[in-house]
């Protein structure tokens, strides 16, 4: 009953350690602990139990010794399943084990075969196959027969069983994840919560049909800026750009919404008048808080990157085994891509939406994305595939910035600002335009090149940077003048026991 329930919640909640083990006890002994895991009001005492028993050990196994052989069924249950969700979120994973071991079978959950469950502190299907490859079969059987149940009972919002569909499809065939897709697609929105259910997303837009992708972009209209600046979400979205054939849909469905500014919050003081923030520019690029994200700026560099080799450079392994190219299924006994268009015809594609936007949002906020690291990465391939006389000059007029006390700071002295300069010069050097990033600093810092842009050990990398670029050889000409300089900035460097390898790279470039 609710109100005899409240009364046993409160005395675990507010009871001393004593006091919460008697609970503990007595309802572990009982052998019901499944029983009021289930029960709509009886459920909110165990989920008061795991709570509060996480800094005791002995209460911890207690509780998972009551509930073992029962998870399997809890699990896809609709009130059950809120008791296992908590409980692997809050248990440690070492007291957890065996019950998870039930997701893959009776095999593993009740007789323990090898002792499996002291093997793997965190076990999943991948560790069960490597220690057994012959449990593959009944363990992926009994995975789908959980999946299909919890589907049954909509529990996609729940982090167990989002990670229980992530090991199926990764395990399994293609054609087995083809199958499985059009189940789970129209909740993608709710699977993107957790870095497994991103995987899951992924999967499904990889292997899924052209119909299923359609259906995933609808269930994500809305939330593509939020989904992107999710530190999961994401890497569902660039896998539905890398792999959708219809770009003219994913223009529509995904990246439209990038272009237009987000509402800004409204903030209201105690006097209930709307309190203005810091005044936007109206100028304000609507992409420039994606530019400067590290998850988000990733689906302009995903834009960008010409090959896989060029994406090795901004995704990591995870991230690129995500994003494999070219995924097949089996159709009558051969391998069939699941996209029939080109990838680089559909990146140009995707890309040519998104110029005007992204070449805008460089030319408009130089300043900041030169001190960013990720939006950085962003404006030099901007720089490499479009490159502008326009842009270069937007770059070189972003070189002096000020310091939040109002100092005069050159960019060059920037930590991230001068690698960013001599990452975006170092393209120069393969361009056969005369508008170069190289051509136009040089311009604005003739004849103070050593003082405006060497003056430091970091400016001086850049010096060297723009010799190696400089096809005229006007760089290395003035700068030959003055090695005496840079051999006496070297010594003092030296005696101040300061960083001084910009400026020997530089003298040896000389």
């Known amino acids: 009953q609710h109100d005899a329930s409240r009364v046993v919640q409160a005395a675990v909640q507010f009871g001393n350690a004593g006091q919460r083990k008697i609970i503990v006890r007595e309802l572990c002994e009982e052998g019901k602990m499944d029983e009021l895991a289930k029960s709509q009001y009886a459920h909110f005492v165990v989920l008061k139990l795991i709570k509060y028993s996480v800094k005791d050990e002995d209460s911890m ?15 896809v249950h609709a009130v059950g399943a809120r008791v296992v969700e908590l409980l692997f979120s809050t248990f440690p994973s070492k007291i957890t084990t065996k019950l998870k071991l039930e997701f893959y079978g009776n095999r593993f959950g009740l007789f323990n075969d090898g002792d499996l469950s ?13 220690n057994q490859p012959s449990g593959k079969e009944p363990a992926l059987e009994s995975l789908l027969s959980i999946i299909n149940k919890g589907i049954e009972k909509g529990l996609y919002s729940f982090a167990y069983f989002q990670q229980i569909i992530c090991e199926y499809i990764t395990a399994s065939s293609p054609n087995d994840v083809r199958s499985l897709c059009s189940s789970l697609v129209d909740h993608s929105i709710h699977l993107l919560s957790t870095r497994a259910g991103s995987r899951v997303v992924a999967e499904c837009a990889a292997y899924g049909t052209p119909k299923d992708r359609k259906r995933i972009m609808k269930s994500l209209k809305g939330y593509t800026r939020s989904s992107l600046l999710h530190s999961d979400a994401y890497i569902a979205l660039l896998r539905i750009l890398d792999v959708t054939d219809d770009t003219v849909n994913v223009q529509k469905a995904i990246l439209a919404e990038l272009l237009v500014l987000p509402e800004e919050k409204k903030v209201i003081n105690v006097l209930g008048e709307v309190v203005k923030g810091e005044e936007s520019d109206g100028e304000k690029s609507p992409i420039l808080n994606l530019v400067l994200s590290d998850t988000a700026s990733k689906l302009f560099l995903l834009l960008l990157a010409k090959n896989q080799e060029s994406r090795k450079k901004y995704f990591d392994p995870a991230e ?23 990838s680089n015809t559909r990146r140009v594609e995707l890309l040519q939406y998104m110029r005007n936007t992204l070449i805008e949002c460089c030319k408009s906020h130089a300043d900041k994305m030169l001190v960013s690291r990720n939006g950085a990465k962003v404006l ?28 005069f700071l050159s960019i060059f002295e920037h930590p991230i600002g001068q690698v960013s300069i001599k990452n975006i010069v170092s393209c120069d050097k393969e361009s056969d335009k005369d508008d170069t990033l190289t051509a136009a600093l040089f311009k604005k810092y003739e004849g103070t090149l050593i003082d405006d842009i060497g003056s430091s050990n970091r400016g001086a990398f850049v010096l060297t940077a723009m010799i190696e670029s400089d096809r005229d050889g006007k760089v290395s000409k003035e700068l030959s003048k003055k090695k005496k300089e840079i051999k006496s900035r070297i010594k003092e460097c030296k ?12 003298l040896k470039s000389l």
């Open 61 to 75: 196994r207690k509780i998972v010794k009551a509930l073992k052989g029962k998870i399997a069924k809890l699990a």
């Open 118 to 130: 002291n093997k793997c502190s965190n076990p999943t299907i991948h560790s069960i196959i490597e």
């Open 320 to 342: 690129m085994d995500i994003l494999r190219p070219d995924p097949k299924v089996t159709e009558g006994g051969e391998e069939v891509p699941t996209s029939k268009k080109n």
């Open 380 to 407: 030099r391939e901007v720089y490499e595939i479009f490159p502008s006389k326009e842009l270069s000059d937007a770059i070189v007029e972003a070189c002096d910035m000020d310091d939040d006390g109002g100092e």
């Open 495 to 506: 005696k101040m026991s300061k960083p001084f390898a910009g400026f020997e790279a530089l």
